[in-house]
Nanobody, 124 residues
Framework: QVQLVESGGGFVQAGGSLRLSCAAS????????MGWFRQAPGKERESVAAIMWSGVTTYYADSVKGRFTINRDIAKNTVYLQMNNLKSEDTAVYYC?????????????????WGQGTQVTVSS
């Protein structure tokens, strides 16, 4: 049973930084894709970033390019989302997800496993 547990959310002022973590367990993730998605109140879920577990390829939504970085620690089975220069529009619940399709990229419908989410609030 794949389990994903996010942490690291919180409250930060605009221009600040946060690092989200997603601890994965229950499978061998070497052939998975891992993604971060977010959903703000009253809005649809949107893609943020994704990475092949091998680390060879990363994907970013245009809205976060140059500000967010996704990476993973194989030894810890953990995926991170480093978020810098945060803006009020980044406020949302952030979800970690895992896909057995290594090429899933930013397509959320290809992700089967989801964490419970962590709230990020950016104050302007």
């Amino acid at each position: 049973q794949v389990q994903l547990v996010e942490s690291g959310g919180g409250f930060v002022q605009a221009g600040g930084s946060l690092r989200l973590s997603c601890a994965a367990s229950g499978s061998t993730f070497s052939t998975y894709a891992m993604g971060w998605f977010r959903q703000a109140p009253g809005k649809e879920r949107e893609s943020v970033a994704a990475i092949m577990w091998s680390g060879v390829t990363t994907y970013y939504a245009d809205s976060v390019k140059g500000r967010f970085t996704i990476n993973r620690d194989i030894a810890k089975n953990t995926v991170y989302l480093q978020m810098n220069n945060l803006k009020s529009e980044d406020t949302a619940v952030y979800y970690c997800a895992a896909s057995q399709n290594v090429f899933a990229g930013l397509e959320s419908n290809k992700y089967k496993y989801w964490g419970q989410g962590t709230q990020v609030t950016v104050s302007s």
